[in-house]
């Protein structure tokens, strides 16, 4: 692992770090923000994963997660969304190949050798965050935006013990159901959607994953709630399964990091409260 | 004006906005952050003036301001730093020209004709925030960072009666000492020194300006400390003069939006309690 930059903030440290991904085959970055901290201290961990377009960039810059990180002694991990560099296969689109990785392992050529973020944020990273960091590995919570929280809510439930805590910001809540993942799960999965179900929160929860309680924050001014995200899904398939859910529809947000910062602080809140 | 973007942040309204400016002869861009308020009610103003190679979008995006903001019941309005467009002169330095007006009305060719971004802070831009805004302009208050901390100051120090409140992160508190003043005023304002004076918070303070106080953050391990921001001559100018100020050396933080950005909370309280 090799340090890109490290700032004080808060009174802790927000680093930018990369590393050589045997997963994806490339170099990876992430961001760290490790609060001050007493020394010898292992602190909760909380992974955010972003949505489409975003690198580990966009949160640690506009997400303004850091004032409740210091308070709640939580470290955030901000991974990348997809393999990067010049050998990786891309797509034209914004919302398939590099920025757009979905957080699946592909089985498709030309992807399946380097779009394995699933496996890197399931077994690589957590292993290089451990071994750095002052990380307490058992308290873990995830969340994440739009894409990313798709990502951490398919994390959550296919892994449960893992995550002590689960929240998402805007999630595609069913790849199943929505252009987005379609394009992408056809491209990285193939055709058969029964490969599919393990990547899509809804069919995970219809088919048996449980989790203690979940929250979403959804804005009504999204202007991909209908079309892509369809957050009525998630609480249908919630209200069916008996899986408790704080689903809040948030009167007036849009898509973006201003929604996200608004809500951030009581999303780490709620993440604090199941790690300590 | 017009209006760029609305996105609602924190219970408010992140606004960004367009005018054609008469002092510059440019389309100016800005950015409001108006809190929630009661109808008709009118808030205080605070101006955050930012530093080189920066436009409103740096601190709108990275200046964790909205939350204090909100708390508080504050207006933030964050200024480009210097006219725009492709008939505007420059220079190729990122410290003189576009990015870099240091908040001068420049007499000297090519640049007095859009270079009146002193008369663009005391005139023009008050007047559009008062018409188009719940804004209560006999409550403003001002800071800023780095050339736009050295702009906050001076405005500050020529017009107490305008200000009820001034802080700044680490500000260029003398261009008389230190290369970025040396070239820009020399530039903006020609080799005679005497009328830099007013540009320039020690040289105010020794020539009589008082505040009834001040606040500087400044960090220990910002790379332009020694070579160009110098707190310890406003330190030393303030003592001398018996001119009440809070400096505080803030250890181990640098130069970027993360030093800001820890630090914004503390600043806007400070000030919301000097306009309320």
């Not at 997963?23 to 949505?51: D, N």
């Amino acid at each position: 692992m090799e340090t890109v930059s490290t700032n004080k903030a808060f009174g802790g440290v927000q680093g930018v770090y990369t590393h050589a991904s045997a997963e994806t085959g490339t170099e990876m970055t992430f961001s760290v923000f490790v609060p001050e901290h007493a020394p010898g201290a292992k602190l909760p961990v909380l992974w955010f994963l972003s949505g489409l377009t975003c690198t580990h960039a966009n949160v640690t810059e506009k997400g303004e997660f850091r004032r409740a990180c210091a308070e709640h002694g939580v470290i955030l991990v901000a991974p990348d969304t997809s393999p990067r560099g010049d050998d990786v296969p891309d797509d034209e689109g914004y919302d398939f190949g590099k920025g757009a990785g979905f957080y699946v392992d592909a089985t498709e050529e030309p992807w399946k050798a380097n779009f394995r973020m699933r496996s890197y944020l399931e077994i690589e990273l957590p292993a290089v965050i451990a071994e750095h960091f002052p990380a307490d590995m058992a308290r873990q919570g995830i969340t994440g935006h739009s894409m990313g929280g798709h990502g951490a809510l398919t994390m959550a439930l296919r892994d449960p013990s893992r995550f002590r805590s689960v929240s998402a910001f805007a999630p595609i809540v069913s790849p199943l159901n929505c252009p987005w993942g379609e394009k992408a799960l056809t491209g990285y999965l193939g055709a058969d959607q029964t490969a599919w179900r393990e990547y899509d929160a809804c069919a995970l929860i219809e088919d048996g994953a449980r989790l203690p309680d979940l929250l979403v924050d959804q804005g009504t001014a999204d202007g991909f709630l209908e079309s892509q995200l369809k957050t009525h899904l998630l609480e249908e398939a919630c209200a069916r399964a008996g899986q408790p859910a704080t689903i809040r529809m948030q009167e007036g947000y849009d898509h973006s990091y201003y929604f996200i910062s608004s809500f951030m602080a009581e999303h780490i809140s709620w993440h604090a409260e199941r790690l300590k």
